[in-house]
């Protein structure tokens, strides 16, 4: 950190430098919808909602819950009226930038489990690197994690910074702005802040570490990905932790971390699209096959494939990395209420009777 790097924005100068921003980019911002708080974007006269975490995680900003991959026209050759040409487009996300403003720091990190799957390695998906790349996360530090936050489980924490490009830290009737990245400290400026005063910036450490106090202790989860794998033939274990759950697929929707999706064409005539839309693993026709056969019929085989992929199979693919960021709203959001916390916990001690 450079000296000097650390602003403060002042609670009053909070909506002009949401304003400024939203001159040039696409600024996305909490905001009341009903009863929920969605990431929508900011237009003059929006109110930010910052004192309880969005209902939905910004995840739908850089993977959209439906965004179409391609279009295509079949065209009838006129001499030859039994051969056809096919056309295809390319429907690759533009190159405008947004901002996502006042996300929690478990929603920025949840695409650090995305990074390794769509946007490194081999395999690069350029729908979402070109929306990542675009896309510069100001994160807002917790001041009061709730009963179902356990980000200090998977490696994050009400300050964490990792996926962030800038982190808001309440202090001092304002937020003190710490830039983590390039992008993170060109947007700061922006803003014409002052520097932060060293007591304020002590007041921000100060209030991180007291929200931070404030969730429960992390239990030692190293050995979890090998026992859930010991569990895998253990279908009582599973039918015990899946007995309540409606197969809903809130937990999947709603999750900053979950990713499957589904690929299909749409035609109207010569012409149509090919589309990609969020699935949801715990619904039973996830992977219901043509031939009728479904591999994973019970609810049971579907949560032990959520959680195992979460707590087992992923960190075994990526460095020991829970796919998992700890937000709770899976637990949150249940009808049932199934907490992923407690089946982690009861994997760890079954194993080991
Ligand atoms: S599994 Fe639950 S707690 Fe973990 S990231 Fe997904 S919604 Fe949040
Ligand atoms: S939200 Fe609860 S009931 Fe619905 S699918 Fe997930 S675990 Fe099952």
Known sequence: MVMGDLKFCPKEGLSRWVEELSREHTVLVP???????????????SELSLDRQPTAPPKKS??????????????KDPEHP?????????????????????????????????DPVFGQGEYLDPYYQARR????????????????????????????????????????????LRPVTDQGR??????????????????????AEEAAE?????????????????????????????AKCISCGACTYLCPTCYCFNISDEYSGLQ??????????????????????????????????RVGHKFSYYPKLHEQVFACCGCGRCIKSCPMSVDIREIVL????YADE
């Open 62 to 75: 850089v993977f959209p819950q439906t965004e179409t991959l391609m279009r295509f026209e079949y065209q």
């Open 186 to 207: 060109q947007i700061v400026e922006v803003g014409g802040f002052e520097d932060a005063s060293p007591e304020q910036q002590t007041e921000a450490d100060r209030l």
């Open 272 to 305: 149509g699209k090919r589309i990609r839309t969020w699935d949801n693993c715990m619904s039973n026709l996830f992977t219901h096959e043509a031939s009728g056969h479904n591999p994973r019929p019970t609810k049971a085989q579907r949560l032990r494939n």
């Open 82 to 114: 039994d051969r056809q040409t096919l056309q295809i487009k390319e429907t690759l996300p533009g190159k405008e930038k947004t901002v996502i403003l006042g996300c929690r720091p478990c929603g920025a990190r949840g695409f650090s489990v995305f």
């Open 346 to 349: 009861s994997a760890k001690e």
């Open 214 to 242: 404030n969730l429960s202790p992390a239990p030692e989860l190293e050995e979890v990905p090998d026992k859930l794998f010991e569990l895998f033939e253990n279908l009582d274990f599973w039918e015990l932790m899946a």
């Open 133 to 176: 790349e675009h896309t510069v996360f100001v994160s807002l530090a917790c001041r009061h994690p709730e009963n179902t936050c356990f980000c200090n489980w998977v490696g994050g924490g009400p300050a964490d910074s990792a996926g962030s490009d800038v982190l808001m830290l309440p202090a001092g009737g304002g937020y003190v």
């Open 31 to 45: 905001q009341q919808a009903g009863d929920a708080v969605e990431f929508l974007p900011f237009a003059e006269g």
